[in-house]
């Protein structure tokens, strides 16, 4: 799981994005509601692969969070997904 901070000073509420490669799918939290000032609160995602997904070093996907208090707070992570031989 990741861990998602509200570094404000008031209770904010969040939305959550991914961009995924093709034909991948995600079940995760699109949003995040009530979240005091300084608090966190764990986001657990989970990644669906098609079965043929090659090996390979990293698939990398963002996650983007964005206040909907302040609309200039959005902050993006880039990820990656290694996918192992015989997985």
Do not use: M
């Not at 901070?5 to 969040?14: K, P, R, S």
């Not at 609160?41 to 964005?66: H, K, M």
């Amino acid at each position: 799981a990741l861990t998602l901070q509200n570094q404000g000073d008031a209770e904010d509420t969040f939305t959550l994005s991914l961009t995924l490669p093709p034909g991948w799918n995600a079940d995760y939290p699109s949003r995040l509601s009530s979240l005091p000032g300084g608090a966190q609160q764990p986001v657990s995602i989970t990644l669906t692969l098609p079965p043929d997904t090659p090996v390979e070093n990293g698939y990398p996907f963002t996650l983007t969070a964005a206040s909907l208090t302040d609309l200039d707070s959005v902050t993006s992570l880039q990820l990656s997904v290694y996918v192992p031989a015989g997985g």
